[in-house]
């Protein structure tokens, strides 16, 4: 059974329906988060309760847990909108729900390591294997840092499943790096001697120049990325009528940068 992963929602709840709409559209009843749940985003309580309603788990991201303890190293518009969406969740008058909330956030993990599909062992993490919930791995670090792929390879044992940089692709140990659209059928195929980190792209806030959704579908023999349209304007227009959200946290959404 095939196993749908999706990650940085960042609180866009458009985005967020569009995509499980899709995924129950080809009948797939597993679904997994990578992270950055909330923050940036106007919807942050709503995709919150999708993710523990669908999903059968959700990692920790850098914004979940700048909401839920501190925004550490956080620019001046994500520390904003950290402190905006930490209010909506103190906010809540149903004590009940508000406590079920912040449990839910405060239960997430930063790594996970399971069996997703068939006998593959996969590592799950926000960020990369060194450093889960904070590191980047970059497209350009294949080109421009071989010594940190390096690094970031030696703790990987097969595939990883990483989020963060709301860049889609696939990383190889050579390194290198293949963006879904340079892969046959946006599909990468798993080898049984090669490692691969592969990136599933955002949810909420895609960053490669193409602002559809993304997210991917993992199969017992492939990995296949996937691209869907959904109503950007109904996003935008909720952050530009919230103050201490940026309004170009919605005019990013437009150009997926
Ligand atoms: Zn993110």
């Not at 010594?147 to 990883?160: L, Q």
Request: aromatic share 8%; proline share 7%; hydrophobic share 35%.
């Amino acid at each position: 059974m095939p196993t749908a992963v999706i990650s940085d929602i960042h609180a866009n709840a458009s985005a967020l329906k569009t995509v499980l709409a899709d995924i129950e559209s080809r009948e797939i009843t597993r679904i997994i988060c990578l992270g950055d749940i909330v923050g940036y985003g106007p919807d942050p309580l709503e995709c919150v309760d999708l993710v523990r309603q669908k999903c059968a788990w959700s990692l920790m991201g850098n914004h979940d847990f700048g909401v839920l303890y501190e925004p550490t190293n956080f620019n001046p518009g994500a520390e904003s909108a950290a402190f905006w969406t930490r209010e909506q969740f103190d906010q809540e008058p149903d004590a009940a729900l508000r406590a079920a909330r912040y449990e839910f956030l405060g239960r997430l993990r930063v790594r996970v390591v399971e069996k997703i599909e068939g006998p593959r062992q996969v590592l799950a993490v926000h960020g990369s294997p060194r450093r889960p919930i904070n590191e980047y791995i970059f497209p350009d670090d294949a080109m421009n840092a071989p010594d940190k792929m390096e690094s970031i390879f030696d703790r990987v044992e097969g595939v990883a499943i990483v989020g963060h940089t709301h860049v889609p692709g696939v990383f190889t140990d050579e390194p290198d790096f293949y963006p879904p659209g340079e892969l046959g059928d946006m599909s990468f195929k798993f080898q049984n001697d090669e490692k691969a980190v592969i990136n599933v792209g955002s949810v909420g806030q895609p960053r490669d120049h193409d602002p559809r959704a993304s997210y991917a579908i993992i199969h017992e023999d492939r990995v296949q990325f996937v691209r869907i349209p959904y109503d950007i304007d109904s996003t935008a227009r909720k952050i530009k009528s919230i103050g201490p959200l940026n309004d170009w946290l919605g005019d990013r959404l437009y150009e997926g940068r």
